[in-house]
Each structure stands twice: as structure tokens, then as C-alpha cells.
């Protein structure tokens, strides 16, 4: 049986259903996650979203934003459910401390990321999808749910933001195939460009500003990192910030084959977002750290001062 009958089976025999994803939740992990929501309620299930962190508002305009729920870190409340289904999450310890609250008969695994650790009972892992919300959409596929216009932006949006509205090398043909069915469905491109990334605060231009004026190139010109100070989360609001914006402009950049933001989240841990150009693993290079990811995108989270995590990484860069 494939994994996509087998998830489908399992919502059948489940009266409640739990859905979750890795912390600091991008548009993948949340289009992915609404989308799953319908598709377990078509079958009369209840179902609810839970995440170890809040989600951005820049994600508010789809519908079912603001049923998705979030328990704050040393919560006592225990959470006993049929399913979980965890999306988005290459390892269990990615979905953040809310693993020690969710009890679960059954788990589900759906994520496109590279990883050797199946904790599903049923894992429908497929590192070559541009994100996560294709393998939903496959599902569906699979039950032959139909998709409602409401259910097709959130996978729109999952899709889109995940390979940077269809720009980056993860973007393939079956991607197009895919979003060429949604929009069939009535989402409209533009009104979801819009909505993601038409409009910013003036905080956004002020923070860009700031992580502009700390470009640094090195290994001679083949690496580029930028920072984001712990100051600068309260005061330019960085939490709310989609990171993958200041990629685009660094990707510009003649001669740059590895990108590496250096983000100050708390005073001494260092969360760090790498991309690349088809030439480097980054995903190799986050694995160090304890991290993960894509061959062209990954990221990991260090403790220690932003001047020695900057020294301890860049000295692992190692370019032909």
C-alpha cells in the first residue's frame, strides 16, 4: 500500500486528529497545515493545528489562520490524540517542545526534506518535492478529495513561498503542473503575491536596511553573510520577518555560491538560514551543527557569541 493510502486509512480509523510542524513556522509548514485540516474534516474528523510557536501574521489572510493554536514552552497541558500528523519536519525534536505535550496513538510523517529518521508510523518522505504542500496536494490526489478555493491558497501559498515564487532550482516541472491545477480552482497569483509580499511595515525597510549595511564577503568573494542583531528582534519586530526576502538580493551577487544569515534570536544562540548555488551541500554543512535541510537550503541553531558561531561556521566552508 502506498504512503498516501496509508495516511488515508489512517484519518479513517482516527476520531481526532492532531496537526503540527517544525518551529518558527514558514508559509510551507502553514499552507501545508490548514490544507490537511480540511482534508481530515472532509472525512467528519475533528481536527485542530498546534505549534510550539506563534505564526506570523503575515500568513492571516488564509482562511483558518486563526484556529491554528500554540502552546507556550513549559506548559503542563497534555494533549492525548488519535493521529498526529507532523508536517514539514525532517526530525521528531524539530516541531519544538510541544512533543512533550502530544501523546498520540498513531503518527503520521509527511515532509520534503532529506532525513534519516522515519519516527511515523507511516512516513511519505519526498526530498525531490519543492515543499511540503505538494505531497499534501498529492494526498488529496490520492482520496480524490476536492480541493475548495480556500484549500487551493493555502497550498498555493505553501508552494510559492517554499521556492520563492517559483524562482529557486528546487522549483520543477511537476510544481507547475501542480500550481496550474490550483489556479484552474480559482486562485488567483497576483492576489496571493500580493498578500504574502505586496505590502510591508516600515519596520521591514528599517530592519533590510540594517542586515544590508552587514554584508560580508569571504573565502574570496564566494561567501556572502549577513546578521540580524538580538536588538534589532524587538525593534524592527524581526520575529515576523520572512528571512528568505533577504536571500533574493544576495543571490544577485557575481561570484557568491553560499549565502549565510547569522540571526541573534537570544543572546547567545545564533540561528543560522544557509543557501547555496547547485555547487555546495548546505545541507551537509547544517548537518555539523546539528541542522538540516535541502542540498541548496538548510540552517541550524548554534550556542555561543555571534563573533565566535560566525568564525566556528565560516571556517567549515570549504570551496573548490
Known sequence: MSPTKKILELIRQSRD??????????????????????????????????????????????????????????????????????LDSPEMDRIGHIRNNIIAKKIIKIDHHLSHEHFGDVNYVNAKAAATGELVFGVFSQGRIKLSRETARALYAAIATDTGFFSQENTRKETFEI????????VLPDEMYRAICGERELKYFQLESQVRNTLVLHNKGRVASIEIKYPWNKKYDAANTDTNDFFASLKCLRGVQVMVLFWERKPKEIKMSLRSRK?????????????????LAAGCTIKGSLSHVKQKLLSQIKLR
Open 17 to 86: 486528529v492532531t496537526i503540527t510542524y517544525h518551529v518558527n513556522p514558514d508559509g510551507d509548514a502553514l499552507g501545508s497545515a490548514l490544507a490537511m485540516k480540511d482534508l481530515v474534516r472532509s472525512f467528519k474528523k475533528k481536527a485542530v493545528i498546534i505549534g510550539s510557536d506563534k505564526p506570523s501574521p503575515r500568513y492571516n489572510f488564509l482562511s483558518g489562520f486563526n484556529s491554528i493554536k500554540f502552546l507556550s514552552w513549559g506548559s503542563s497541558l497534555k494533549i492525548n490524540t488519535d493521529l498526529l500528523i507532523v
Open 279 to 295: 555547487t555546495f551541500n548546505v545541507c551537509r554543512l547544517a548537518q555539523i551543527f546539528g541542522g538540516g535541510g535541502h542540498r
Open 179 to 186: 500550481i496550474s491545477k490550483l489556479v484552474a480552482i480559482g
